[in-house]
């Protein structure tokens, strides 16, 4: 299976700072053939589902905010909160879906500083 | 709109089984696969395994196989998921997720508490 490792495994940022979560895998989540990295990010508050953010690792889904952004490829991946919400305090957590067997990353938690 | 939406909370004694339903609306069935995903308490996501809601084919994650069964009902549009001869360490929140193609999720059920105890 591939094994994704998020870093860190919290972070305390200000409000209207910039929050930054990594993740990488054990091989290459990139496609040559579909040129593209098989990646999504997810938020998820206490008491709920996750909620899809990214896919594709960089393709905002429909009416998440602008200032969340993914980016990255191969095995390095980073998703940036460009101005922290207070609403962003969350859990947020990586998976690929490169190969059959989805995996997830450990999780991050994001708090306000 | 489309909804996902799971039965209830269970209580289980280890070596019982349990069914969880998965009830879906506002779109097409069999367009889309259904994953399941558990999170133990206090922890990450663990994918369980996937349902092609088209023909039926499965895939189960290894340290599952031979416990889970995911089947549905295209008739009333629902997935279901069994998983026998449960242990302490499968006190979880069951969710079933829509994707596309095996791909990301897009939408989530609200979950499921199931809670093994003796």
């Known amino acids: 299976d591939i094994v994704m490792t998020q870093s860190p495994d919290s972070l305390a940022v200000s409000l209207g700072e910039r929050a930054t979560i990594h993740c990488k895998s054990s091989?290459?989540?990139?496609?040559?053939?579909?040129?593209?990295?098989?990646l999504a990010w997810y938020q998820q508050k206490p008491g709920q589902p996750p909620k899809l953010l990214i896919y594709?690792?960089?393709t905002r889904e429909s009416g998440v905010p602008g200032r969340f952004s993914g980016s990255g490829s191969g095995t390095d991946f980073t998703l940036t909160i460009s101005s922290l919400q207070a609403e962003d305090v969350a859990v947020y957590y990586c998976?690929?879906?490169?190969?059959?067997?989805?995996?997830f990353g450990q999780g991050t938690k994001v708090e306000i500083k | 709109q489309v909804q996902l939406v799971q039965s209830g909370p269970e209580v289980k004694k280890p070596g019982a089984s349990v069914q969880v339903s998965c009830k879906t609306s506002?779109?097409?069935?069999?367009?889309?696969?259904i994953s399941w995903v558990r999170q133990a308490p206090g922890q990450g996501l663990e994918w369980m395994g996937w349902?092609?809601?088209?023909?039926?084919?499965?895939d189960y994650a290894q340290n599952l196989q031979g416990r889970l069964t995911m089947t549905t009902d295209t008739s009333t549009s629902t997935a279901y998921m069994d998983l026998r001869s449960l242990r302490s360490d499968d006190t979880a929140v069951y969710y079933c997720?829509?994707?596309?193609?095996?791909?990301?999720?897009?939408?989530w059920g609200q979950g499921t508490l199931v809670t093994v105890s003796s």
């Open positions: 997720a829509r994707s596309y193609g095996g791909n990301w999720v897009d939408f």
């Open positions: 506002g779109y097409t069935f069999t367009t889309y696969s």
């Open positions: 349902i092609s809601t088209f023909n039926g084919n499965t």
């Open positions: 091989q290459s989540v990139f496609s040559t053939s579909h040129k593209k990295n098989y």
């Open positions: 594709w690792a960089s």
């Open positions: 998976q690929q879906y490169d190969s059959t067997s989805w995996t």
